[in-house]
């Protein structure tokens, strides 16, 4: 497992269209969820043999070749296999993953919700052909055909797994156990100076959950899509809690090593870490609040301008297979896409513990969405804030 930075900001300027080499199926522009207008851009219509080398933008531990750890490579065979050489690129935000693919230079890349947005409506990423890939007819369906990963019912890549954002809280400390997200922004805590939170703009739509169930007047139905007042209402609610705040964590070693020493008894996590601190001796619990939570699902796209499209197809394919999905699922801390995957990982409670199949549990959970000026939650009549006001508000909430 390894650290996983997802802070993000807004690519600026206007939306180019862009080729992408090979011809197949069109995919004609258009208008998606957000009202922006789409790239015409062709999606294959075929593999052939791999050109050789497939060139990856990943998060760290997605693409483990037993460099890291012997034991752990999922790399090796695919290449020997297909004989395509895979060279990966670590990214250390999605920021850097959005810049990268503009430059044409990679032909895969593992987004986030934060960044597929951006990626899709920026002309950098190609429509996908599911048929093409055997192994989608085994994912979850939870994950398929979802604001982030499509528009208008057309695929831009396929999914990879998925994860909620956690309260978690050490139980020797807090009490009773909490089972709301209020005991992170009551300004009346008792835990001021212990608390802690996700040190990234994305967070302001934990903020948004919380007001859709405590504050229903402002109409949020969207944590992704907020207007002035609704969006203002969220910066308010997190300059407040930040008087709370001892830490902004996004280093999960350290919120680990933070909850351990006591220097945080409460706040957002994964499972992942909570599973870290229990094993590292922490007194720890971690729920799904009441009012739901947001969360994370990470999306193969193949870049618009992929000079090794078959072998791209191929490792799409290869990544989401139940071995390779269950490798990095267990590695990395998450829950597999491929509901094959859980039949084949190590742990043989891994599903269970990461909720995998539990799509009335992931019900509940806002995946992260690029936030747009044009209203993700479907509404014309006004405009929505977007991720650069969103990174800008952010900046004055931690002051």
């Known amino acids: 497992m390894r650290t996983r930075w997802m802070t993000a900001a807004l690519a600026a300027g206007v939306l180019t269209l862009a080729a992408c080499g090979g011809g197949g199926d069109d995919t004609s522009g258009g208008s998606g969820p957000g009202g922006l207008e789409l790239p015409k851009i062709d999606k294959l219509a075929s593999v052939g043999a791999g050109e050789g080398v497939v060139n990856i933008v990943s998060w760290a531990g997605y693409v483990e070749d037993g460099t890291t750890d012997k034991a752990v490579d999922w790399v090796t065979g695919f290449e020997k296999e297909t004989g395509c050489q895979v060279n990966n690129k670590v990214a250390g935000t999605s920021d850097e993953m959005v810049t990268l693919m503009k430059t044409g230079e990679y032909d895969l890349v593992s987004a986030s919700g934060d960044a597929s947005l951006r990626l899709i409506y920026g002309g950098d990423v190609a429509p996908v052909n599911t048929d093409l890939i055997a192994n989608y007819r085994d994912v979850f369906d939870g994950l398929k055909n979802k604001q982030w990963n499509a528009v208008d019912g057309q695929p831009y890549g396929v999914p990879h797994g998925r994860g909620a954002n956690l309260l ?93 020493a006591g220097n945080s008894v409460l706040g957002t996590t994964w499972q992942v870490i909570a599973n870290l601190s229990k094993a590292d001796g922490a007194p720890v619990e971690a729920i799904l609040p009441t009012e739901g939570a947001t969360g994370w699902s990470d999306t193969w796209m193949i870049g618009a301008k992929a000079a090794h499209p078959n072998c791209a197809y191929l490792w799409m394919n290869h990544i989401i297979s139940p071995e390779a999905n269950a490798g990095v699922a267990e590695w990395f801390g998450e829950a597999p896409a491929n509901k094959l995957a859980c039949a084949v990982t190590v742990a043989k409670d891994h599903c269970a513990t990461f909720h995998a199949d539990d799509e009335a549990y992931f019900g509940k959970v806002w995946y992260w969405t690029t936030p747009l000026a044009r209203c993700v939650d479907g509404r014309t009549d006004v405009t929505c804030k977007d991720y650069s006001a969103w990174t800008q508000a952010w900046t004055t909430i931690k002051g």
């Open 168 to 260: 978690m809280y050490r139980t020797d400390t807090v009490t009773p156990a909490p089972t709301s997200w209020s005991a992170v922004f009551d300004p009346a805590s008792p835990h001021k100076g212990k608390i802690t939170a996700y040190d990234s703009p994305i967070y302001i739509a934990d903020a948004a959950v919380y007001l859709m169930a405590t504050k229903p007047d402002l109409g949020i139905t969207n944590p992704y899509a907020l207007d002035d007042t609704q969006f203002q209402a969220a910066v308010d609610l997190l300059k407040q809690q930040n008087e709370l705040i001892g830490e902004y964590w996004s280093d999960y070693t350290k919120e680990v090593q933070a909850f351990k």
